[in-house]
């Protein structure tokens, strides 16, 4: 809830609110840009933790988690002068923040960016996602597909949700390919929430350390490793030199007939 520091309903308070619910308008409609202006106007006029925590959720979606967390201690100082309404969710979602910018509250930041200069960045996506989901760099799943094949449809769906898709191309593709109804089927359930919540932290805690054009790349390319590998285990050798190939892994056609 928005909240005035001196109880009154000054003018600035009452901007601020309109504000304020004006982005969570946008926010549930999924256009995180609109809605993070909307925040940050409301914030200027008149400082709340509501914006702050709301804000900060967006930029971790965006893996701008260093700037969630500044976010999410200022709204912790708020509320500790105001109503004290929001201390613990304001806690818990600290904790997850130190959590994934631990490499970039580190010296290992500066090494991340080092070897950015001196790496292949596809390289290095496939180290960040190799060394978070504890698979082979060579492609070699064993018995991963179900939570791979997760992260998948679920980082598609953050992508089409709280980026701006039109810097994801892959993500544009795989979005017509699958269409919403489908990666809606596919991150019903989580496969093992529990390893995926430490993978996809650990993952995160890699990729915010980048500069956002970088960032975005990285992401980009572990998607389409990814789609690359689920369907060359599907269809064999034959699907990377066959011009009759498949652009869409095997559940996608048992999905459409049953759905028929």
Not at 19 to 32: N, P, T, V
Not at 172 to 197: F, M, R, T, V, W
């Amino acid at each position: 809830m928005f909240r005035d520091i001196f109880g009154r309903r000054s003018k600035e308070y009452q901007e601020g609110q309109r504000l304020f619910e004006d982005g969570m308008a946008h926010a549930s409609r999924f256009e995180s840009d609109r809605a993070i202006e909307l925040y940050t106007n409301s914030i200027a006029i008149h400082p709340n933790p509501a914006p702050y925590i709301n804000r900060a959720n967006l930029l971790s979606k965006r893996m701008r988690n260093f700037e969630a967390l500044t976010d999410l201690l200022e709204a912790k100082r708020l509320d500790a002068a105001q109503s004290r309404e929001f201390g613990a969710v304001i806690d818990r979602e600290i904790a997850t923040e130190l959590l994934i910018t631990s490499n970039y509250r580190s010296e290992i930041r500066a090494k991340l960016l080092e070897d950015l200069a001196s790496d292949k960045i596809n390289t290095i996506a496939r180290k960040i996602f190799s060394t978070s989901f504890k698979v082979s760099r060579e492609g070699y799943w064993q018995n991963s597909r179900a939570i791979l094949e997760y992260h998948f449809f679920n980082d598609l769906d953050n992508i089409v949700k709280f980026e701006d898709i039109s810097r994801f191309p892959e993500a544009e593709e795989y979005l017509e390919l699958y269409g919403q109804n489908y990666i809606d089927h596919k991150i019903i359930k989580c496969p093992d929430e529990s390893a995926y919540l430490a993978a996809d932290i650990t993952a995160r805690s890699f990729l915010c350390c980048y500069p956002v054009e970088e960032y975005r790349y990285l992401r980009r390319r572990i998607l389409w490793d990814l789609h690359q590998n689920m369907l060359h285990e599907d269809y064999g050798d034959i699907w990377s030199f066959s011009s009759e190939a498949k652009d869409t892994i095997k559940d996608f056609d048992n999905f459409n007939q049953a759905t028929w």
